[in-house]
């Protein structure tokens, strides 16, 4: 699932104040709400929400998948792994099927053919890009 390098998040308007400020003004430490991050489909049905980017490329998204969609092709993880957890509905690799609450490591070199047929919402994170 490779992807486009995001925007960095901004903190929203009606962000609450922190009961920690040192987090605040702690660098690196940053958050996103999915609702606020951009939108871009990839693919008819399948759309993609950048979260965070690191200096060193590893970042986070979100995937949210139509019913009846799927990755058109073969999605290779280079140059690293991807982690991925099932936040709803039933993700299938084109091998099994993974419902909410699952969580998967394929390995750097490996692949799949991501699709869904009840439609579902994927946490992704590349820890190398």
């Known amino acids: 699932m490779t992807t486009e390098q995001p925007q960095q998040p901004q903190r929203p308007q009606h962000a609450q104040q922190?009961?920690?400020p040192?987090?605040?003004e702690t660098p690196g430490y940053?958050?996103?709400a999915v609702a606020d991050a951009p939108s871009r489909?990839?693919?008819?049905?399948?759309?993609l929400r950048p979260?965070?980017?690191g200096d060193d490329g590893a970042n986070a998204q979100v995937l949210e998948m139509d019913p009846h969609s799927h990755w058109e092709g073969i999605d290779v993880h280079e140059p690293g792994p991807e982690e991925v957890f099932v936040v709803s509905g039933v993700f299938n690799d084109g091998h099994r099927d993974y419902p909410a609450g699952t969580f998967i490591h394929a390995p750097a070199g490996s692949s799949h053919v991501p699709r869904t047929t009840t439609g579902c919402t994927l946490f992704v994170f590349y820890p190398q890009g």
């Open 30 to 32: 940053i958050w996103s």
């Open 22 to 24: 040192q987090l605040a």
């Open 41 to 47: 489909e990839v693919f008819p049905g399948i759309r």
């Open 51 to 53: 979260l965070w980017r």
């Open 18 to 20: 922190s009961s920690h």
